[in-house]
């Protein structure tokens, strides 16, 4: 067992370093403005299974430089998924999505709504989770306070009751965010001018309209190289699984 963990812990070591050296020399690469070698190291590095916020953050600022605004903006979409507080990237993202063509721009969402969906994206599923294990620990410890009557306090029974409320609206929370984060997949469209068709076939009769890149689209099914996609406002075309790539 032991020689087992030495070995793990030694390839573990081996890949922490390759993963250290091609991100610094990608970075090194960034600050020289060679964005394109940048970009084939940090996506060589998704490719191996890494995965991280600033990963995410310099692939994206590499695809802005080099005027790829559909995959700056999946990059930067991808970082806040891992960081959804970082005001650099929530502004670089800004920036980069002010660069979209013809932009849909749905009405103002009712004052309510848009303060809890703000405000459940600022955390995510795991900080959520974390934040829901210790509220459900705070109560069960102080419902047994006021069970076996440790202390003689009667304000300790109001405290189990709002505990237990904050309980339940932190798990239908974090429920909302599980099934915001699996249940619906998103893609961002990485090719300008993409052709949207009536269905999964060529043909010129059967092109709908064009969408430019950095457009988030929600997905509706695959088939072979093609993907169904809904838009924003409602409209439904199939586009080749090449020019989109999954949030």
């Given at each position: 067992m032991r ?28 600050n ?11 996506e060589?590095?998704?490719a ?24 700056s ?40 709504v ?28 102080s419902?047994?306070?006021s ?19 904050l ?19 998103l ?17 010129d009769n ?40 999954l949030?």
């Amino acid at each position: 067992m032991r020689k087992w963990i030495t070995l793990l812990v030694f390839f573990s070591n081996v890949f922490s370093k390759d993963f250290d050296e091609n991100f610094f020399k990608a970075n090194n690469y960034y600050n020289n403005s060679k964005y394109l070698e940048s970009i084939n190291i940090y996506e060589s590095i998704l490719a191996e299974g890494w995965e991280s916020s600033n990963l995410y953050y310099n692939l994206g600022n590499s695809y802005f430089r080099q005027n790829q605004i559909g995959q700056s903006i999946w990059a930067y979409n991808k970082a806040l998924k891992m960081d959804p507080r970082n005001e650099d990237l929530i502004k670089n993202l800004s920036i980069a999505e002010a660069k979209i063509k013809d932009r849909i721009i749905l009405p103002d969402e009712f004052y309510f709504v848009k303060v809890y969906g703000n405000f459940k994206s600022r955390y995510t599923l795991k900080e959520w989770l974390l934040a829901g294990g210790i509220i459900v620990l705070f109560t069960v410890v102080s419902f047994l306070i006021s069970e076996f009557q440790i202390l003689n306090n009667w304000n300790i029974v109001r405290v189990v009751k709002v505990l237990m409320l904050l309980t339940v609206m932190i798990h239908l929370v974090t429920l909302d965010k599980f099934f915001d984060d699996n249940d619906v997949k998103l893609g961002i469209i990485i090719d300008n001018q993409v052709k949207a068709y009536s269905g999964p076939f060529y043909g010129d009769n059967s092109i709908l309209f064009n969408i430019n890149e950095g457009t988030e689209v929600m997905i509706k099914q695959n088939q072979k190289n093609w993907t169904e996609i809904i838009l924003l406002d409602g409209k439904r075309a199939w586009i080749t699984s090449n020019n989109i790539r999954l949030l």
